[in-house]
């Protein structure tokens, strides 16, 4: 058993910044902004108007559509406005914005715990989809959605992504030694929808506090079994996951459960547990404030809508004298750049890493042209040409780009990047040309209809 996958990376972990800081919850002062897009899918549609009281865990949006989630309130207050907000992406969004009255007042009574054996599959679902719970490893995707496949009988292996590969990163970390028994709940609520499925808990070896925490947990569940996995990035990619586990490769045209797997991480898995059997909504999650720029890295539990800025300065602001040169939402890997910390975290944001050098940067000082050397191509995880596709790309040849080189299958983990000894910005490259190719997939849709 290899527990691993091919290819990958080793970048330095800096998990020592914040390794040891344990979990503790956040209250924000300041107004609390609530995007309506805060998951893959249809926007959420509003429930509220101006003027109107809030209190914590009050749905504020609705689910508009199946894949779409709705939306609570992590605080309690008045709503002051609905109207466009710049996001960390840096576009302007319709957000709900609440005066946070300080006081997060609960809607409904959230410590009461249900009788799992009292409810039925469609309960679980149900609860899970009221709850607004989405993919917290970072895609966001609507988590009720997800646990219903075409054939539940044919998945095989439900998988808990604990890796938490990504540098810096590490409240998933505290949550599984904090809450290594919910975690292990939510897993059996999951297991009881797929009867043929195994359940295995991914973590990476570098975690040995988290991983002996998960296995008490689980010692006298049968159905589940913690594995420790080869440090390495991506190890908490969801085809590295399953190439780990299953053994299997699939297309991007084809999903997980197409293989029998079905991936979901620690982080969600603690947010079913709390959403099924204490009928608590998804309105704050787990989140690592941390960077060498960084006066107190922490781990918190943070509420959804609150300012990256107000976070950062009320635990200690940056470091006098330290520059700040680059600030991520997530990691340095597949990290989303922040121009202006006055935007709210939302639902799917675990981290926000503030750094005092800039990688890119200095790349791009030292950049060659392409060496022919193919490191690239042995740290791919998906198996892919990424020399031949950045030529491909560089000469406008999107349909050898898609067609005979796969680049759609790329999963932008940036281990190329990492490992190019030319320093060619090569994750960069494939974002960009992946947009234009869907960008032109749209407009020939268009034009069909």
Known sequence: ?????????????????SREARLRRFDPKGEMVFPLS????KPARPLVKRGDEVRVGQCIAEADGFISAPIHSSCSGKVKTIEKRRVLTGAMAECIVIDNDGQFTPFADYTQKADASALSNNDILQRVQDAGVVGLGGAGF?????????????????????????????????????????????MELVLRLFPNAQGVICIEDNKPEAISAMEIAVSDKPRIEVRAMVTKYPQGGERSLIQAVA???????????????LVQNVGTLYAIQRAV????????????LSGEAVREPANFFVRVGTSFAELLEANGGLIPGTPAVKAMA???????????????IQKQNNGLTVLAKDPVEEAEALMTNCLHCGRCTTVCPVGLMPQMMADAAAAGDLNRYEKKLYGLECIQCGSCTFACPAKRPLMQVFKQTKAEIMANKRKEGGAKK
């Open 277 to 288: 059997l204490y009928q608590e909504p998804l309105y704050s999650q787990c989140f690592t």
């Open 38 to 41: 805060q998951h893959i899918g």
């Open 142 to 186: 609507p988590t009720a959605v997800k646990l219903k496949p075409k054939n539940p009988d044919d998945i095989r292996y439900v998988i808990a992504n604990g890796a938490e590969c990504e540098p810096y990163l590490t409240c998933n970390d505290q949550l599984m030694r904090i809450h290594s028994v919910a975690i292990a709940e939510g």
């Open 1 to 17: 058993m290899k527990n691993t996958f091919r290819g990958g990376v080793h970048p330095e972990e800096k998990k020592e910044l």
């Open 330 to 344: 997530g990691g340095p890997m597949m990290g989303i750049p922040i121009a202006d910390l006055n935007v709210p």
């Open 247 to 261: 053994g299997v490769d699939f297309p991007i045209t084809a999903l997980p459960a197409d293989v029998g797997c």
